[in-house]
């Protein structure tokens, strides 16, 4: 690790968890090696519920919105509009706060900060974890110092972008893997029981759980329990239908202390976001991926593909999976305890070791250069 002069960095991460969280584990990393961090974040209701656990890093909430796909339509005007606000925001708050360095983790509450930074001569980064980039990043790499990749298979999206792999950071508080039966414990579940953990990630976990619903009669007495994280809405219906079938389980619509969860699981069923992906990789775990059909350019159908062909998952599709599909490959891998070796040992090698140091690491490397 280099040795740099405190400096000040903003990051700016709102909008989704699969961008809030990666760029507060960059910020950790700053963190603990001195830096100042501000946090550029959206207005939605998850940037101010997952800010509120961590007073140490400054936040400020960007105007920001979608750009529309119909550039002649009121919708873009009102894009332009909250585009100018964030832009004119951000040249404010770099003039009190006079950062070094500035990172964007994707979408377009971080466009602005990017381009504000460019055109005072900082050095600025965009973080793209999918392996199909979204709108706001492949515009911001036209302006952007480096590109930051979470696959590798990304960089073909940025011609003549300068690129470099570092992996999607994953946060401390994440915490390392566990003793299984330890973990099994924290949710009062069996602690020699095949465990299957389900999650839909921030957005789209309605279609993971009525496919659960449906299989759930057919995994009945097979000697599995389950861990279910519905999401806002289905934990009683997922603990009714779980109850009739007499399925051990534990049904949460979420769980913050996400180590125990991956921790006792055998297998994870899941959508295939970036920042889920990375994590599942974290606590090598073999993966029954069911990309979120209406996510951007199909994006994480091509993130689940890449675990795929590296043999650390299987995929299925949404709209085309039966109750008897899933339940016969839940049932097929927790059976199979070599194949799920091999699947976590695929999955622990896909993404860069220590991501967020990795970022962090580039970003001292350009202060370090532009001071020199």
Known sequence: ????????????CGGTGGHLFPGLAVAEALHGRGHEVLLFVSEKEIDTTA????????????????????????AFVRFVRRFWESFSHCGKIYRKFRP?????MGGFTSTAPVLAARMRGLPAFIHESNAIPGRANRLAAKFATKVFLGFEEAEARFPGAQCVVTGTPVRKNLGQPMDRATARKAFHLDPDKKTVLVM????????????????????????VQIIHLTGDRDDRLAA???????????????????????????????????????????????????PYPFATDDHQTANAQIYVHAGAAEALTEKETGAEKLAAMISNLLEDDQRRGRMSLAAKRI?????????ADEMERAVKEAST
């Open 1 to 12: 690790m280099m040795k740099v002069a405190p400096f000040r960095a903003v990051i700016a």
């Open 51 to 74: 800010l509120k656990a961590r007073p140490e890093f400054r936040s400020e909430k960007l105007p920001s919105i979608g750009m529309p796909s119909m550039i002649v339509s009121p």
């Open 100 to 104: 070094s360095v500035v990172l964007g």
């Open 200 to 223: 839909g990630g921030s957005q789209g976990a309605a279609g993971i759980n009525q496919l659960l619903f449906k299989s759930a009669s057919l995994l009945s007495g097979s000697g």
């Open 240 to 290: 009714a239908n779980y109850q009739r079938d007499e399925i051990p389980h534990y049904v949460s619509p979420f769980h913050h202390s996400m180590e125990e969860a991956y921790s006792a699981a055998d297998i994870v069923v899941s959508r295939a976001g970036a920042s889920s992906l990375s994590e599942i990789s974290q606590f090598a775990l073999p993966s029954i991926l069911i």
């Open 351 to 359: 993404p860069p070791a220590s991501a967020a140091e990795n970022v």
